[in-house]
């Protein structure tokens, strides 16, 4: 029995016990470059009767699983109205078109006509723009819009009724005129009951016109240059005409400074510098560049050549010898107006080898005029601020060159003063009164005039000390200067970084180093404040006067030897006020106490006053 006979059921159908090979066989493929169908692999039983009808290619059997009969197969009629993709295959219509580029800060041209041309395909109702390549246009030209379907303003797409000559259409904001078509175009117009009717021209491009003057051959500016130039080609002598100018003339210049008033709006007094060659009767006028003026400037406002007094318009200057008059060293003596192509130039001013020709050839002696002149004052450019990176001294450096160099210190100073090192004792002036409380050490390092403030603390005090302020140089945000040597005395305050400190009291070293010093620190010399305080025995009748004055004002009973603070009352009284410095000094020339006793023996102290 047949086991194709038999219907595709459960039970009724048998696998082949010798078939050893069961994966999914390929059944698709690619030949001729069209994807197919593969029956390779198809095994059926088809009847020879079957095959005959399958050869007919009019019909197509189909099953009916209720009767068997075959029916008509479907999408065999040719429908009436081809699809546009069948009907209008390979089929463009093309047009020539153009649109105006604006073309700004031109003095030749407002406008650029850029020619294109508009290709609509009848297939699939797509537009494509392309613009021709013109050498050396200096454009990117090329595809201008990519082939697909152009929108219009209401929503819906271009088609081919929108498109007609000696109309405009406006394509992404880019209005285009269509000026002509082509053959095809034309008769597919033609066959829809359109007439497109006659073309037009494309305008004149304003470029173009220009770019081809430039490159034609201009005729010879005289007709007189043309003959000379023939007579010479056949043999005939050079004339000679300018030999004994340029032989007696040959670069002698006459230099003069010339004015002009321009009346327009952005205009003003504007001056120049006119060079006269004497040899060809020549001259140029060059613009005097200034600075910050707010107009453009050019290195020459006339290039050389002869300037005419009044130009002669002719009929054909080709054909026809210009008589013009130009202008001579006596038309160009100082105080004259010329005009220059339409600006009258006021001549006020020359050089003296100009003075002298006149002088000397002319008997002209010339007087300059003068024309007060604005100056132009640069202002200085402000230095930037400190941003807080590094030193001052490197910031200033980036600012004022492009490749800054490295600060320079005072060799010399550093070398006479690295070894030494101030230091005082100071307090931080301040509105809180725990902070007045602390105790610093200000070191002053005179190499480099850089500071360094340490905080002492007691033992379980709960402030933690070391160091306060970095070492580096401070200013005075007062005389926005760094802080010198001088300014670290006893009694001085210093600010740094905010921070107030008042200096009350320096060691031996620093007593030492100022007292050798008295020029540098005249606050602690000895005879410098001895000086000071009989200064003002001159309002008394002398020296020994004023002393006993002083000693009047301290109590007898107080014996030789008394405090400090007694001699400095008494001395009030009078009128004198020490620094804390000078107070310092002399109480360490003169103490006699001990354990912080600040004590003076008067004797001792009249002595030194009196031979001071």
């Not at 993709?85 to 153009?98: C, G, M, P, S, T």
């Not at 800060?105 to 650029?112: G, H, I, K, L, Q």
């Not at 008997?363 to 202002?379: D, F, T």
């Amino acid at each position: 029995m047949d086991s194709s006979k038999l219907p595709k059921l459960p039970g009724f159908s048998f696998n082949d016990p010798t078939k050893t090979n069961f994966h999914k066989h390929q059944m698709f493929a690619v030949r001729d470059g069209h994807m197919t169908e593969s029956t390779k692999f198809h095994q059926e039983n088809a009847s020879p009767q079957l095959i005959d009808e399958l050869r007919n290619s009019m019909t197509q059997l189909a099953y009916n699983t209720s009767s068997g009969k075959p029916k008509t197969p479907d999408n065999v009629a040719i429908p009436r109205n081809p699809p546009a993709w069948i009907k209008y295959d390979r089929q463009v219509l093309r047009f020539n078109a153009y649109f105006q580029e604006p073309v700004h800060e031109s003095s030749t041209e407002n406008f650029r006509v850029r020619k294109c041309v508009i290709m609509f395909h009848l297939d699939d109702e797509t537009t494509y723009v392309t613009e021709p390549r013109v050498e050396n246009s200096g454009i990117p030209q090329g595809v201008f819009i990519k082939k697909h379907r152009i929108p219009k303003g209401d929503g819906t797409y271009f088609t081919w009724r929108d498109f007609a000559l000696k109309t405009n259409v406006n394509m992404y904001g880019r209005v285009f005129r269509i000026v002509d078509c082509d053959e095809f175009t034309r008769n597919f117009y033609e066959e829809q009951g359109i007439d497109l009717g006659s073309g037009e021209g494309f305008p004149d491009d304003r470029f173009d016109m220009t770019r081809l003057m430039v490159n034609f051959k201009q005729p010879p500016e005289d007709a007189m240059d043309v003959k000379e130039y023939n007579e010479v080609k056949l043999g005939g002598g050079h004339p000679n005409r300018n030999l004994r100018s340029f032989v007696e003339n040959d670069r002698k210049v006459l230099s003069f400074d010339v004015m002009w008033n321009d009346t327009s709006y952005d205009g003003g007094i504007k001056f120049y510098k006119m060079n006269y060659y004497l040899f060809d009767q020549t001259m140029e006028i060059k613009e005097l560049r200034q600075v910050n003026t707010g107009n453009e400037t050019f290195p020459m406002m006339l290039r050389r050549m002869k300037v005419p007094k009044a130009p002669i318009l002719t009929p054909c200057p080709a054909l026809a010898l210009r008589n013009e008059e130009y202008y001579i060293p006596n038309d160009l003596v100082l105080g004259n107006t010329i005009q220059v192509y339409g600006k009258d130039l006021l001549v006020c001013d020359c050089d003296e080898y100009t003075k002298r020709w006149y002088r000397e050839e002319l008997g002209i002696e010339v007087k300059p005029v003068h024309i007060p002149r604005s100056k132009n004052i640069m202002p200085p450019n402000p230095i930037p601020p400190h941003n807080g990176y590094g030193t001052e001294e490197d910031s200033i450096g980036n600012v004022l060159r492009l490749q800054p160099n490295a600060p320079k210190p005072d060799m010399y100073k550093m070398f006479d003063n690295d070894q030494h090192i101030l230091r005082f004792e100071a307090k931080l002036v301040s509105s809180n009164p725990e902070d007045e409380l602390g105790k610093f050490i200000l070191s002053f390092y005179p190499g480099d005039d850089t500071i360094k403030v340490y905080q002492v603390v007691d033992k379980n005090s709960g402030v933690v000390g070391g160091k306060f302020l970095e070492r580096r140089k401070f200013k005075n945000p007062y005389s926005n200067q760094y802080y010198q040597q001088k300014d670290c005395v006893i009694g001085n305050t210093l600010i740094l970084q905010g921070y107030r400190f008042l200096l009350v009291h320096c060691d031996e070293y620093t007593f030492t180093f100022m007292e050798e010093r008295p020029s540098e620190y005249p606050q602690a010399s000895i005879p410098m404040i001895l000086r000071k305080i009989m200064g003002f025995s001159r309002k008394y009748g002398s020296p020994q006067e004023f002393l006993v004055l002083v000693l009047r004002n301290i109590d007898p009973s107080l014996g030789k030897n008394v405090q400090y603070k007694v001699f400095l009352e008494a001395l009030e009284k009078l009128g004198i006020k020490l620094t804390l410095q000078e107070e310092a000094s002399l109480i360490r020339k003169w103490n006699k106490g001990s354990q912080g006793q600040y004590i003076i023996n008067l004797e001792e102290a009249y002595n030194a006053l009196i031979n001071a």
